[in-house]
């Protein structure tokens, strides 16, 4: 919109002074550029009329021009008076203007749109013709300063207040340190004695309405010696493929550390509050940093480290073989296994369709006759080798140290069946030939103990598993040979 000397009401249409108008609003102007003359600062709702006055009579004796704009954009404000005025002396009407507009409850906001009169500026606060301003301003107390680790303020404490009132407007505010005695309150408040303070604080509109009083406590300590040391700091990377954890540290022994921060590969700053954790493949840089409560910040460092492909699952049983070794009287198994991926956990085997059992050693058989023996591998990951088996037979050396041998197809013991098979020990001797439950023994505990010796070294060899033995010793623990 151009500038002229004049009038100029953009949306509001230009009246002369209307005798139906609720009141009148004057603005004036002299030669000065900074400010306005005078101008209101509070108006009730309704039809207005407006005056403005830029004029020899106002004290503008330089024929300086000035406008009186009313500001229709920023936040905050009524944007429904679309005024802009130039006014000077030497116009039209010798600077002196008048419109009609109607003016509703909020906040306006004027300024002089002449470049060169930005401070020119001022707000007209406008409430409702019908209704009286009844509600006090809402006011708050904030407390600032430079706190120890129990919360106390070192050396001093600044109070700051705020209050707001949506009616009328803050008239003003008022303040007292420790109930000693009420003041207008222009700055925030350092209270520097040390000890226990509460600052109490109150505002009064300007329709009269007085706040409740609001209050902030707090404490005050001595200063020590100032704190000029950054915090230590350290991080430490712990990998695993496909991951990276990442530990941070921070140490102060003055005022203590207020925070630790990181940023990961050229991001963003990040509060530091666990161990961070790195999953993308690749290098990565971590930078970090830490500040102490007296505001000291450490020199950043740097943690570099690569996160590596986590490997492929492990799919694959193990490689299983077993070889034979045959000898007088007896035969020694050999079974290996072997596992490329996450490496073999166990291996087991199975003598003559017994109980499976941990492989620890080669398997010694002195039973003769033929034999099968299973074997199966399980790796880390639970991948478990089909099971194989390989067939032997041990051949006695022909000299039968048991003639008139016991050849029941189970050990039985004084009449009581084991279940558990009659083998052939080696040599023409059986299981049974080797417990002797005939021979003369001096008493029962005497014949338990021989039948655990016989079945240990049984289980040695490889003709009974531990279990069978087991068996066979509580049976013979049951019979009353011996007794």
Not at 433 to 458: C, K, N, P, Q, S
């Amino acid at each position: 919109m151009a500038l002229v000397a004049g009038l100029v009401v953009a949306m509001t249409p230009l009246l002369v002074p209307s005798a139906s108008a609720a009141q009148t609003l004057t603005w004036t102007a002299d030669g000065d550029i900074t400010r306005y003359k005078s101008a209101p600062t509070t108006a009730t709702a309704g039809e207005t009329t407006i005056v403005w006055e830029n004029s020899e009579a106002t004290g503008n004796t330089l024929g300086m021009p000035h406008t009186l704009t009313f500001d229709t954009t920023t936040e905050g404000y009524n944007h429904d008076v679309d005024l802009n005025v130039l006014a000077s002396p030497f116009d039209a009407t010798d600077g002196r203007h008048t419109a009609t507009v109607t003016l509703t409850p909020g906040k306006y906001r004027y300024f002089c749109t002449i470049p060169g009169h930005s401070t020119m500026v001022g707000e007209l606060v406008v409430t409702s013709g019908d209704n009286e301003d009844t509600t006090a301003p809402a006011v708050s107390g904030a407390v600032t300063g430079t706190r120890d680790a129990a919360g106390a303020y070192v050396g001093s404490a600044t109070v700051t207040v705020t209050a707001t009132d949506a009616g009328t407007g803050v008239a003003g505010v008022e303040y007292q340190v420790d109930d000693t005695s009420w003041q207008a309150y222009g700055n925030p408040v350092v209270v520097s004695a040390v000890g226990d303070h509460s600052v109490q604080f109150r505002a009064t509109d300007r329709a009269g309405n007085v706040s409740a009083v609001g209050s902030v406590s707090f404490t005050v300590v001595e200063a020590t010696d100032e704190d000029t040391t950054p915090p230590v700091t350290d991080a430490t990377v712990a990998l695993v493929p496909g991951r990276a954890t990442v530990t941070v540290t921070a140490t102060d022994a003055d005022s203590g550390v207020a925070t630790i921060e990181y940023q990961l590969d050229g991001g963003a700053w990040t509060v530091y509050t666990a161990p961070v954790v790195v999953t993308a493949a690749g290098p990565h840089m971590l930078h970090y940093r830490a500040t102490d409560v007296a505001g000291n910040i450490a020199a950043e460092k740097m943690a570099s480290f690569t996160v590596v492909e986590p490997p492929a699952p492990d799919t694959t049983p193990p490689v299983t073989n077993a070889t034979v070794a045959s000898g007088t009287d007896r035969a020694t198994v050999t079974v290996t296994a072997t596992d490329a991926d996450s490496g073999v956990a166990k291996i087991e085997y199975q003598l003559d369709a017994g109980a499976w059992t941990a492989y620890t050693a080669p398997v010694v058989v002195t039973a003769v006759g033929d034999h099968t023996l299973g074997y199966r591998a399980a790796d880390k990951a639970g991948n478990v080798a089909a099971v194989k088996t390989v067939t032997f037979t041990v051949a006695g050396s022909g000299t039968d140290q048991c003639p008139g041998s016991d050849t029941r197809a189970t050990v039985i013991i004084d009449g009581d069946d084991t279940g558990v098979v009659n083998a052939d020990t080696g040599n023409g001797c059986t299981i049974n030939d080797l417990i002797a439950e005939r021979a003369v023994y001096r008493t029962h505990a005497a014949f338990v103990r021989h039948v655990e010796t016989v079945t240990a070294g049984l289980v040695a060899a490889g003709t009974l598993t531990s279990r069978q033995a087991g068996t066979i010793v509580r049976t013979a623990a049951r019979s009353g040979i011996g007794a």
